[in-house]
């Protein structure tokens, strides 16, 4: 169908939408270790930026919050309060609801009735392996709720992947069984690798727009392998040419990218740009204005909880590529520690290589369980049995028998070795590996090693794979729970704090009995790097023309946090660029390799389509337009930096030795935190005449032993007209944050 036909039709253009998914940025990119009066803080505009919705609960935001000392329905109650205004949504994982196991219809109920209280508008309902009967439960709580008169929904969900176990037609078919269940209008299409051929979500969105006409369909994808924008380009073209409502997952663009979702920033500046009028016309209404005021703070927080992500290293990044890890469990990976535990095992030089390891080994853990997709609770079950993994293969047989023994770890034997021989690859699975292969999880994908089933089987005492049981068969816990909360001194029980505990077995029953008992300890904040003082109001402005300042001062005077974190993450996208990170090509010579066999994907994402599509050369040419602007940010800080230092109350002297030599360590020890191994070069140099012109008529104060104006003398600076050699870039703008969009580079 040509451009021009598809116009004709075309009515009253579906203007597509965004939504907020904080939930999982905090989640991706800051380890969920925020508490909710810090998460609110930096989203107080939020509501006024026209997103169709906010992801404001499920994944992490009970189970973490546990695990951080807090009380956690305390913690939902906030953040709930503060969206009261705003269409909410939470991502619930099948019957596992927030936690990792099955649970009965009793606690299903339970947990969405307390959701829906809290005011709760959309239940986002998973499966991994896209099993409908592992989702009816939910559906069926979700009806119930709204029987009782709250306004609730939950659309059908498919989670899709690289992955030979996801299709087009079992995704078709899984959609239509969730249809059958009760789901309501609008399909969700969850990405959480970030690893997914774009064609394949191109047709897909062409065969759901077809069998279910005029519903919403939003996409979900994290950009921590460089294809989420591919993912986004390819569902909105065919949403275009099917004239079909669609919305897009995104985070405002301080707490975007990194193992999290795409800027909106970026997102709408790509179909801003785009080569058809139809996918222009239907960019989306996002107010950037409008959120820009807490942008500050979101930096600044970001910068603060650094230490939770998961640093760019072209190596890791790589090796979690291969292993299609989720974006998500690419900081559960650092924040459970495997990678520090590996490194001693192995005797690696840096946790970066231990990461590298572990990825490596996940490549192959996915193999051997046939492939269940890289999302909780399978991507969970993949971390652990590949950090045991990586661990065991430096021990013999014997040893780890007493390793696991000492850890309490609940396993099970695969094949008997030597006690004396070296451990044998998979020769011992998890408990959490055994439930999976025992119809745990659900369906078990054919693919799956048959001696790993074998001893699954075997450790289960089961002969054949066991039916499976709907939720609403399972032995209810409810009662049963609420009655050990009282025997263990919780007098009276809420339904909220019975469920966690039902939910989350002895964590969240624990947790309960502290919480009656006032014995929550609350995690703390980080402490600030050591480049930035404890208080970040403190002035620390030098004392003397001649004195050796901290470079904390330099720190402060261009602009502490936020600013250090605006240009740590302009950096980091410079690195990205030159190491080809984002992919823009398909085929056997593209960036991104995927055979289409058996996958129904007709389209080539390095070839014109039909109707709508843009040609072979437009996304390279986005990304090469975000370069700029993230190189145009670099350039205005390095330009800055003289007039802060004045600003803040440098002399014309310690500017230039803060231009030359307090800098570039500052710089390395800011760049450090969010990516490693940068490439030599990316530093502009820092020309003696911006320095001069800034300080032109400098009167001297009382104290600096030189009355009078400065003319541009620099006691023998004047010789350096370039910042000493760096392995890092640096990145920064000046406060506010040009948000007019005429001031965006074109491509």
């Not at 099948?94 to 009735?113: K, M, S």
């Not at 068969?473 to 029980?493: F, I, N, Y």
């Not at 005077?557 to 974190?565: H, Q």
Request: proline share 6%; with cysteine.
């Amino acid at each position: 169908m040509s451009e021009s036909s598809i116009m004709s039709q075309r009515q009253d253009p579906n203007i597509f939408e965004f939504n907020n998914v904080f939930r999982d940025g905090v989640q991706s990119n800051l380890g969920t270790n925020l508490p909710a009066e810090e998460i609110i803080d930096m989203l107080l505009h939020t509501s006024k930026a026209e997103y169709a919705s906010v992801q404001a609960a499920g994944g992490t935001f009970m189970d973490l919050f546990i695990r951080k000392g807090r009380d956690a329905w305390d913690e939902n109650d906030k953040i709930f309060d503060a969206f009261k205004d705003v269409v909410t949504t939470a991502l619930i994982r099948g019957d596992c609801v927030l936690g990792y196991e099955r649970n009965p219809q009793d606690v299903i109920d339970a947990v969405i009735e307390e959701l829906a209280d809290r005011g709760l508008k959309v239940v986002t309902n998973f499966h991994g392996m896209n099993y409908a009967p592992m989702q009816k439960g939910v559906f069926k709580a979700v009806a119930k709720a709204r029987k009782n008169d709250y306004d609730i929904t939950a659309p059908k969900v498919l989670c899709i992947e690289d992955n030979p176990n996801i299709t087009i037609e079992n995704c078709m078919q899984a959609l239509a069984e969730q249809k059958a269940m009760g789901a309501d209008e609008g399909i969700y299409l969850k990405n959480a690798s970030g690893k997914c051929d774009p064609d394949f979500v191109y047709e897909l969105t062409k065969r759901i727009a077809k069998e279910y006409p005029g519903e919403k369909i939003t996409v979900h994808s994290h950009d921590n392998h460089g294809l989420a924008k591919a993912v986004y380009l390819r569902a909105g073209e065919a949403a275009a040419e099917t004239n079909t409502p669609m919305a897009f997952d995104v985070l405002p663009h301080p707490m975007a990218q990194g193992t999290a979702q795409p800027s909106a920033r970026d997102v709408k500046f790509m179909f801003d740009s785009h080569t058809s009028e139809i996918v222009k016309a239907r960019s989306p209404q996002y107010n950037e204005a409008a959120e820009a005021p807490d942008f500050r703070q979101q930096y600044e927080t970001r910068h603060r909880y650094a230490d939770a992500e998961v640093r760019y290293n072209k190596r890791v990044w790589d090796a979690c590529y291969l292993a299609g890890m989720a974006g998500g469990a690419m900081a559960a990976i650092k924040g459970m520690g495997i990678p520090k535990s590996v490194k001693t095992a192995m005797k690696l030089d840096d946790e970066d290589a231990a990461f590298a390891a572990v990825a490596g080994i996940e490549a192959d853990v996915k193999a051997q369980l046939g492939y269940p997709t890289s999302v909780t609770p399978y991507q969970k079950m993949m971390d652990e049995m590949s950090g045991f993994e990586a661990v065991w293969r430096t021990m013999t047989n014997g040893q780890v028998a007493e390793y696991c023994a000492a850890m309490k770890l609940d396993t099970a034997i695969v094949e008997e070795g030597d006690p004396k021989v070296q451990y044998t690859p998979f020769s011992r699975i998890t408990g959490s590996v055994v439930n999976y292969l025992t119809g745990g999880l659900g369906d078990v994908p054919p693919l799956a090693n048959p001696k790993l089933l074998d001893a699954a089987f075997k450790a289960k005492n089961l002969e054949k794979h066991p039916e499976f049981i709907q939720a609403d068969k399972l032995p209810p816990k409810m009662a049963e729970t609420q009655e050990r909360l009282q025997e263990a001194g919780v007098e009276s029980p809420s339904q909220a704090d019975v469920a966690l505990a039902a939910m989350f077995g002895k964590g969240g029953f624990d947790h309960v009995i502290k919480k009656a008992q006032g014995l929550l300890e609350p995690q703390g904040q980080p402490e600030w790097p050591r480049y930035l003082p404890e208080n970040p109001e403190k002035n620390q402005r030098p004392a003397s023309d001649n004195a050796v300042f901290c470079i904390r001062s330099v720190a402060m005077a261009l602009g502490g946090p936020a600013e250090l974190e605006r240009l740590s993450q302009a950096v980091t996208e410079l690195q990205k660029h030159k190491d080809g990170f984002y992919k823009t090509q398909m085929g056997p010579c593209g960036f991104y390799q995927r055979s289409s066999q058996g996958k129904n994907v007709t389209g080539e994402f390095s070839g014109a389509g039909a109707g709508v599509k843009s040609d072979p050369q437009f996304l390279a040419q986005i990304h090469e337009g975000l370069r700029q602007q993230a190189q145009q940010e670099v350039q205005e800080f390095i330009n800055a930096m003289p007039s802060r230092f004045r600003e803040y109350g440098f002399t014309p002297n310690q500017a230039m030795a803060a231009c030359y030599q307090h800098v570039p360590k500052l710089l390395e020890q800011v760049v450090e935190r969010k990516t490693k191994g940068l490439l030599q070069g990316l530093i502009p140099s820092v020309e003696n005449s911006v320095i001069t012109k800034a300080y032109e008529g400098y009167e001297y104060a009382n104290g600096h032993g030189r009355p009078g104006k400065f003319n541009g003398a620099s006691s023998g600076q004047g010789k350096h007209t370039q910042t000493p050699p760096s392995r890092f870039a640096k990145r920064e703008s000046a406060w506010p944050i040009p948000t007019d969009p005429s001031q965006a580079l074109t491509v």
